[in-house]
């Protein structure tokens, strides 16, 4: 139980609790701490230790505040409110407090910034320019620390950067339930390490760097490929399980390229964490792992003839067995569109299959985040066919069902996020065998220049619209700018083909 | 109101017209022409490139890399000076090596120097003093040569190693040894 969500259920029994911060007044319920009261009316109390979803430790000293009637400074995270309380958080012995705070923490720190992944949006650096900006009293020589050690699959700790906030060890302990880390020695010689015999391999790991308020924690995946402040983001919802959970993805615009994805606060779906499958869901929307051009038998296509293609491989297959193969990965909107206009177009209903991985749980859970459907909107599809009164088969792996259907022409929604479906090659081969394939999909193999018509789509990050998650929640996808500049969507592809066949 | 009357200005007059003013340039011409023909006093113009012009040591030239006493490159990879950079002519791609002491080292540092401005601002940002603008200010050439200067041609052109030396201080050495000159 977490801290917002004691907040979120105590907010429901209306104990509200009024006190004064900063000359102004605010009402919250019995129990909130004076570091979330003031949060609330936009006073920023600096602070290292204290994380909204984890446990309060107040180890950091960071966060003191002057309360009045109390003699001497109070840590605003483990106090909690009282009626008629009167906080200052500006105060001059407050900010006094915070500035040597900060000292003391970057007595041992390395300050090797320049070689830092966390340099840009390190709450030391920040704290320093708030609250901090003194001229260093400390002579002193540094105590040094073992750096760059190997803890995790995923991760690589320098423990002389670590401030001692203990953030990491409180989150495996409470959230990912593992307990691989621990702080040992004493004073300034206390490090932060893993227990004996144990690493951090469960699927939750890429959150400790994000917890981690100084650099001692990175990523393999994000080390050292862009300085942060290169990077923008977007918020979105990760397309990698049914959980939906809010993301944002972070890309360097000037290179158009994808390098991280982070959780973005959702009490609803995933309070403030997500898992280390979802971390992988930019790698598929970099130029490097997508075709960019149509293709036609193999050759390429112009962006503006797509749409001529299209009307034309549709208009062929005219009072014909039409397949319409959809996977569920595309978003509610898209469906709808795809199956209104094929179905205008072609005049009759085409026979729909949709295709799943070969092999899944999709009724898995692992406790935490992470579902077994590893596609993002299994229940929009679900929700689409039914609308549409469309009775849909299943194929996985084997596409048996669908010769059987003997089509004319097959329409193929491939997936984004082929991860999901382990290796579709062997499908996509003998999807390729199939007399007339369409076959839209991010896919760069040699095995789409079989089919009839191969069409680029786009990208989770580079779409509108929505996905419903397992539990039948909108999910919002916001776009960013497409990688390729000339790439047209599902929505324009066929927006623009309806108004063709209608000329 | 006062007014300046133009067909009455004070400074027209006979000696200020064309035809002295012409005889005057025309004489100081041939008066330098001539002290400088017979070696009466020196010419200015330097006979480049026989003859080298001696700019300041503070010359802001061709870039180059620092080097750490054992010769491997003293950047760390930080991107400041490409961050820093107007121009954005400077692309670093950084790399990971398990060696004591060094974690991050630039694996590709480019600069493309036709969009180079020059302006040093790659020099001040960097906080180890790997970037410096050289003395070099020889850097034409013809259009199918690379104008993308690599990582090699940075840190390893003879022309540094004969113009700065092999041994290539940092900043604060240098600043301590011109110190302890200064006091002696």
Known sequence: MTNTENTLNAEKTQNLVNLTIDGKPVSVPHGTSVIEAAKKIGSKIPHFCWHPGLSVAGVCRLCMVKIEGNPKLQIGCNTQVTEGMKVETKHQEAKEAQKWALEFHLVNHPLDCPTCDQAGECKLQDYYMQVGRYDSQVNEEKVLKPKALDVGTELILDTERCILCSRCVRFEDQVSKTSSLGIFNRGDHSQIGLIPGRRIEHNYSYNLVDICPVGAFTARDFRFKCRVWFLEKTKTTCPGCSTGCSVSVFGNKMEREYYRLKPEVDHEVNGHWMCDYGRKMYKHCNASARQSVPQKNGTPVDWNRITNELVQELTKARNKKVALVLTPQYTNEEYALVLSSIKQILGTTPTVFIWRPETENPTEFDGVLFRGDHNANTKGLERALSQANIQAEIIRGNIEPLKNANPDLTIVLGPEIEMAYGNIENTLQSLSKLSNVVYFGVTLSDTTKQFSLTVPTKVFVEKNGTYLNYNSMPRKLIANAPVFSQIMGLDDMFAAALQRIEQ | ?184
């Open chain 2, 1 to 184: 109101m006062a007014y300046v009357q133009v067909s009455q200005d004070p400074t027209k007059d006979w000696r200020n017209g064309y035809l002295l003013t012409t005889l005057k340039g025309l004489g100081y011409t041939t008066k330098v022409f001539l002290r400088q023909f017979f070696r009466l006093e020196k010419t200015v113009t330097k006979q480049w490139p026989d003859e080298e012009p001696d700019y300041s040591s503070r010359f802001k030239g061709k870039h180059f890399l620092t080097q750490r006493p054992d010769g491997r490159v003293r950047c760390t990879a930080c991107f400041l000076c490409a961050t820093n950079c107007p121009a954005q002519c400077i692309k670093i791609v950084a790399g990971e090596t398990a060696e004591q002491g060094i974690e991050k080292f630039p694996v590709r540092f480019e600069i493309d120097i036709l969009r180079c401005v020059f302006c040093g601002f790659c020099e001040e940002a960097c906080p180890v003093d790997a970037i410096r603008l050289g003395p070099e200010y020889t850097m034409a050439g013809l259009a199918e040569e690379k104008w993308v200067y690599t990582l090699d041609h940075l840190l390893n052109r003879p022309a540094i190693r004969e113009k700065i030396g092999a041994a290539q201080l940092s900043k604060k050495v240098e600043n301590e040894k011109w110190n302890a000159n200064a006091n002696h």
